[in-house]
């Protein structure tokens, strides 16, 4: 019929639309803004793990040349609030406590914020930062988690829960009681109880955190920050500067990496508070050791997991317990457990399952999210929980696996439906590539001298949005431009991993027109419809989903007036190319003829061929992956060398191949460093991180990196954007269970019980097993 | 018990060393000073007075107004920071400026300009090697840098002569299938192809 799909884009690999500007060094991100009389400021930051300040005198920062204001919690407004909320009103003290101030008299970790200077360089602000003399009187503080829940501990901040450390409350809940729980496991035929630990970590994003703020006489402030959520950071800046929303403006800048660590509100209030002093531009820019001691980090957690099953390997109950540390605000810290509490129901099947689990107050940096919210943490020790039991059964990892993995299409034990659950089809598909069998028993035998090798498996799951566990909406503004080109305005930030690119390709699509008539213009509180930022692995999904409905009634308008011009029914029209066609006679309405005839109100209303749309997303559907690894450990220095990483993925649609893969590229990465090499190393005397810099924090590098190989299941999941589902988080989540799972194989089924696994607990490990033999 | 008096040493060390910034290389030396540097900054000659031992990234930055090069620790640990100086990466946030008297610095914004160098830019788009891009200005010149050296490195020298540079995103595959594009490239140029 003449219809041109030429424009199909779902599905192909375009180039990420910001490409070039970034490789030929042109993009802008924000350390590259340069603002005429622009000041820049500095944090003075507490020493101190937990101390009262008593007084600051500035009167020597005051009268260094160049500086223009200093400002402390003598000076600054005395509100309370939550730097992570996502709706305006999300103030649900056990959800979200208000527990930051911008400026506290009493500073919790060290790295708290204590005073900042604005002055004419950050030389001269750091040097007078150093000029401000602070009293302080100390107090008993607390850093380990365990000493954080261990009655009558010491309390790091005045916010815990019934004078302990406990922040929020707890989230308990299962398909029945606890005790009920508790008591299936008890009846099982065979029983399993482990607990497992993992690390605080940072994102080790490149590009340090910075924020611009610029107040002016006509008392509206802007903020440019390389932020994930900017109508809730504009909702909290408004409240602590007292000005009305529509006064506060934030600009999205190009994000040099985020994940999850730029999603809270940090050092903005500082800056539009000096610049609300100064009149001037102020900007921030951390160095890389601010940036690991005050910015956000990973929960540290300790899990325990108690299982009952049967001798044939079927689960029949399971309950997790789960210990966060929050550090020393709540920030996301009670929701983060809500989003892990998520994960237990929708990976493994069994008659009764149950999830406790709470965060913690303790004298240290603040956790905050962290690409996988939680999720990580339990995936990892639950995958290690679950070769604990294969080991003991003496089962195959993978077979147990199988047996227990939920099926499509089917309920969970909560009653819910499962969708598209294809995480078996994922682990089938990889066992089959990966070789598993062959592989696991080469593995032993090829183990010769001092090199030790070993095959493990991980899976993991992950939700594409808020929904179930909170609403989610996003909304889309669509013009189209005189030319028959389109613009879109989106809330959805892209953190670098192409989100625009994606919606783009949607549209496109969905309008049959070149990508390269489409625009998509990102993240300005003044001119973007709401979103609630770049979490969730929600982009694509709900993102997508919303240009898509969105695209659609751009669509119809066309038709509509296509159907006015001619006197044709619309339902005798398709779109090819830019073109309204007829579908009978073939003839061609351009989209530019139809946008003026209707500007022009020449056969109808006179109207712009516009839409807004908001998307509301009521479906929980979830990703899945299945991760392999091989390792080689060299048992005299205990030093691992990941040899290869399978990931296959189910994520609905791909609708760009090469970005999705490039994301898994990159949660590899993380995982691995997440397994074996990060941790914020805390001194237990006085609080501070003893590794706060990339030479201490070690992230994998090139040459350490293993052969990757990246398979997706694309079975297309009916509510997503032409079948799509979110990848962001599931690409790191199943990693560190496959490596750490490898690593017990190689060393002869040992029980690892915390992660990052270093050499010399590699060594621990080998005296252990030696033992045993 | 001595390897934690040496581990407490060495992160004591690493506590400190934020003494190393952006600004200027060493801190603790205060001294004021005037030096004249000469240098060719992307193909032009330049003649600068330095009043301070700042570091060749802070004159890049603040004095050029080239902000391609990057800032991503200032402590020679991430090569966010990459410039050629004479043929050769190095971390520009290391290297006092008067280092550089008398040698020729090309930074990212000059790798543009250059026909063979832009080469590896037109790989890295190619090869979906960018996602933030906050890296990818010193990747670049890390893969100049080696390509200019080794016009056919195998896999390995690639991950040797990337692995002073950090990527959080990429997980470094498509980079390292993007110096091996850009090499295949410059060959079938160099061949006349
Ligand atoms: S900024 Fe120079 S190496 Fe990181
Ligand atoms: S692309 Fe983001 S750090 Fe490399």
């Known amino acids: 019929?003449?219809?041109?799909?030429?424009?199909?884009?779902?599905?192909?690999?375009?180039?990420?639309?910001?490409?070039?500007?970034?490789?030929?060094?042109?993009?802008?991100?924000?350390?590259?803004?340069?603002?005429?009389?622009?000041?820049?400021?500095?944090?003075?930051?507490?020493?101190?793990?937990?101390?009262?300040?008593?007084?600051?005198?500035?009167?020597?920062?005051?009268?260094?040349?160049?500086?223009?204001?200093?400002?402390?919690?003598?000076?600054?407004?005395?509100?309370?609030?939550?730097?992570?909320?996502?709706?305006?009103?999300?103030?649900?003290?056990?959800?979200?406590?208000?527990?930051?101030?911008?400026?506290?008299?009493?500073?919790?970790?060290?790295?708290?914020?204590?005073?900042?200077?604005?002055?004419?360089?950050?030389?001269?602000?750091?040097?007078?930062?150093?000029?401000?003399?602070?009293?302080?009187?100390?107090?008993?503080?607390?850093?380990?988690?365990?000493?954080?829940?261990?009655?009558?501990?010491?309390?790091?901040?005045?916010?815990?829960?019934?004078?302990?450390?406990?922040?929020?409350?707890?989230?308990?809940?299962?398909?029945?009681?606890?005790?009920?729980?508790?008591?299936?496991?008890?009846?099982?035929?065979?029983?399993?109880?482990?607990?497992?630990?993992?690390?605080?970590?940072?994102?080790?994003?490149?590009?340090?955190?910075?924020?611009?703020?610029?107040?002016?006489?006509?008392?509206?402030?802007?903020?440019?920050?390389?932020?994930?959520?900017?109508?809730?950071?504009?909702?909290?800046?408004?409240?602590?500067?007292?000005?009305?929303?529509?006064?506060?403006?934030?600009?999205?800048?190009?994000?040099?990496?985020?994940?999850?660590?730029?999603?809270?509100?940090?050092?903005?209030?500082?800056?539009?508070?000096?610049?609300?002093?100064?009149?001037?531009?102020?900007?921030?820019?951390?160095?890389?050791?601010?940036?690991?001691?005050?910015?956000?980090?990973?929960?540290?957690?300790?899990?325990?997991?108690?299982?009952?099953?049967?001798?044939?390997?079927?689960?029949?109950?399971?309950?997790?317990?789960?210990?966060?540390?929050?550090?020393?605000?709540?920030?996301?810290?009670?929701?983060?457990?809500?989003?892990?509490?998520?994960?237990?129901?929708?990976?493994?099947?069994?008659?009764?399952?149950?999830?406790?689990?709470?965060?913690?107050?303790?004298?240290?940096?603040?956790?905050?999210?962290?690409?996988?919210?939680?999720?990580?943490?339990?995936?990892?020790?639950?995958?290690?929980?679950?070769?604990?039991?294969?080991?003991?059964?003496?089962?195959?990892?993978?077979?147990?696996?199988?047996?227990?993995?939920?099926?499509?299409?089917?309920?969970?034990?909560?009653?819910?439906?499962?969708?598209?659950?294809?995480?078996?089809?994922?682990?089938?598909?990889?066992?089959?590539?990966?070789?598993?069998?062959?592989?696991?028993?080469?593995?032993?035998?090829?183990?010769?001298?001092?090199?030790?090798?070993?095959?493990?498996?991980?899976t993991a799951v992950h939700g594409s949005g808020w929904y179930s566990v909170y609403q989610d909406m996003t909304s889309v503004t669509m013009m189209m431009n005189n030319d028959g080109s389109l613009q879109i305005l989106t809330g959805i930030h892209d953190l670098g991993t192409g989100a625009k690119t994606v919606l783009a390709q949607i549209a496109a699509q969905t309008l049959h027109i070149p990508l390269d008539t489409i625009e998509v213009i990102e993240v300005d509180t003044a001119v973007s419809p709401l979103d609630l930022g770049a979490q969730a692995s929600r982009s694509t999904y709900v993102g997508g989903n919303c240009v898509l409905e969105c695209a659609q009634q751009i669509k119809e308008q066309l038709l509509e007036e296509a159907s006015l011009m001619v006197g044709i029914d619309e339902q005798q029209f398709a779109l090819g190319d830019g073109d309204v066609i007829e579908m009978v006679s073939g003839k061609r309405i351009s989209f530019a003829s139809i946008i003026d005839s209707a500007q022009k109100g020449l056969h109808g209303k006179q109207r712009q061929i516009a839409a807004v749309h908001s998307y509301a997303s009521h479906t929980s559907v979830y990703s899945y992956s299945a991760v392999f690894a091989e390792v080689a450990i060299d048992v005299e220095s205990g030093a691992i060398k990941v040899m290869e990483i399978l990931c296959v993925h189910n994520s609905g649609t791909i609708i760009n191949p090469a970005q999705c893969e490039g994301q898994v590229h990159g949660g590899v990465q993380m995982g691995l460093g997440y397994a074996l090499s990060e941790e914020m190393e805390i001194d237990l005397e006085t609080g501070r991180i003893k590794n706060p810099s990339f030479k201490g924090y070690h992230m994998f590098r090139s040459h350490q990196m293993p052969k990757i190989s990246v398979t997706f299941i694309q079975g297309a999941e009916p509510s997503g954007p032409y079948g799509a589902k979110g990848i962001g988080e599931c690409a790191t989540d199943g990693v560190a269970g496959a490596v750490v799972n490898a690593v017990a194989h190689a060393l002869g089924g040992v029980s690892i019980d915390h992660i990052p696994v270093h050499a010399t607990y590699v060594k621990e490990l080998l005296t252990q097993n030696y033992r045993v033999q | 018990m001595l390897l934690g008096v040496v581990l407490s040493l060495y992160h004591f060390f690493l506590y400190i060393q934020d003494d190393f910034d952006y600004t200027v290389c060493c801190k603790g030396m205060y001294m004021e000073y005037r030096e004249t540097v000469s240098f060719v900054l992307n193909g032009i000659e330049r003649k600068l007075e330095t009043k301070r031992a700042w570091t060749l990234l802070y004159v890049l930055r603040e004095v050029y107004q080239l902000t391609g090069t990057k800032y991503g620790c200032g402590t020679g640990d991430c090569g966010a920071c990459r410039v050629l100086i004479d043929n050769v990466a190095v971390n520009a946030c290391s290297v006092p400026i008067h280092k550089v008297d008398g040698k020729t610095v090309l930074t990212i914004e000059g790798v543009a300009g250059d026909p063979q160098l832009s080469i590896i830019q037109q790989a890295f788009v190619e090869a979906h090697a960018i996602q933030c891009g906050f890296c990818t200005p010193g990747m670049v010149i890390s893969a100049a840098g080696l390509l200019l050296h080794i016009s056919e490195p195998t896999e390995k020298e690639i991950r040797e002569a990337l692995k002073d540079n950090l990527c959080r995103c990429t997980g470094y595959v498509h980079i390292i299938e993007a110096v091996k594009l850009a090499s295949n490239k410059m060959k079938e140029v160099e061949d006349g192809h």
């Open chain 1, 1 to 458: 019929m003449g219809i041109d799909n030429s424009h199909d884009t779902v599905g192909c690999s375009p180039y990420n639309r910001e490409s070039w500007d970034k490789v030929t060094g042109n993009t802008q991100y924000i350390d590259d803004l340069r603002f005429k009389g622009m000041l820049h400021a500095a944090l003075l930051l507490s020493p101190h793990a937990h101390a009262r300040i008593k007084s600051i005198d500035v009167s020597d920062a005051l009268a260094l040349d160049g500086v223009h204001a200093v400002i402390h919690c003598f000076t600054t407004p005395n509100i309370l609030y939550n730097s992570a909320i996502r709706f305006y009103s999300d103030i649900d003290p056990s959800e979200m406590p208000c527990t930051e101030r911008v400026f506290d008299q009493e500073v919790k970790f060290v790295g708290d914020r204590v005073a900042a200077v604005a002055a004419e360089s950050e030389e001269t602000a750091r040097t007078a930062v150093k000029l401000i003399h602070v009293e302080y009187e100390l107090l008993p503080s607390v850093y380990s988690l365990d000493e954080a829940v261990a009655d009558a501990a010491v309390q790091a901040t005045p916010f815990g829960i019934s004078k302990t450390n406990l922040c929020g409350g707890w989230v308990a809940y299962g398909n029945q009681d606890e005790a009920s729980v508790l008591q299936t496991i008890k009846q099982s035929p065979l029983q399993s109880v482990s607990t497992f630990r993992t690390s605080r970590v940072h994102h080790g994003y490149l590009e340090p955190v910075a924020h611009v703020a610029h107040y002016t006489p006509s008392k509206k402030l802007t903020l440019w920050t390389s932020s994930q959520s900017v109508f809730s950071f504009r909702d909290v800046l408004a409240q602590l500067v007292g000005l009305p929303q529509n006064a506060v403006r934030i600009i999205k800048t190009v994000s040099g990496g985020a994940f999850g660590g730029k999603l809270e509100v940090m050092h903005e209030p500082v800056v539009a508070l000096l610049s609300m002093q100064t009149m001037r531009p102020v900007k921030i820019r951390l160095n890389r050791k601010e940036v690991f001691s005050s910015t956000r980090t990973r929960h540290e957690a300790i899990i325990t997991l108690s299982s009952g099953y049967a001798s044939n390997g079927r689960l029949i109950a399971q309950h997790v317990y789960s210990l966060l540390n929050t550090g020393a605000y709540a920030g996301s810290g009670p929701n983060t457990v809500g989003a892990q509490s998520g994960k237990t129901f929708v990976q493994y099947d069994a008659e009764a399952m149950y999830y406790r689990g709470a965060c913690f107050y303790t004298n240290t940096p603040i956790a905050g999210a962290m690409r996988g919210y939680g999720c990580p943490q339990l995936m990892v020790a639950r995958e290690v929980h679950m070769d604990g039991i294969a080991r003991k059964l003496g089962i195959d990892p993978v077979q147990f696996r199988l047996q227990n993995l939920l099926l499509p299409d089917a309920k969970n034990c909560m009653g819910k439906p499962t969708h598209q659950a294809l995480g078996r089809v994922c682990l089938e598909e990889g066992a089959k590539q990966f070789c598993w069998e062959e592989r696991r028993k080469q593995a032993i035998a090829k183990s010769s001298g001092t090199t030790r090798y070993g095959i493990g498996v991980g």
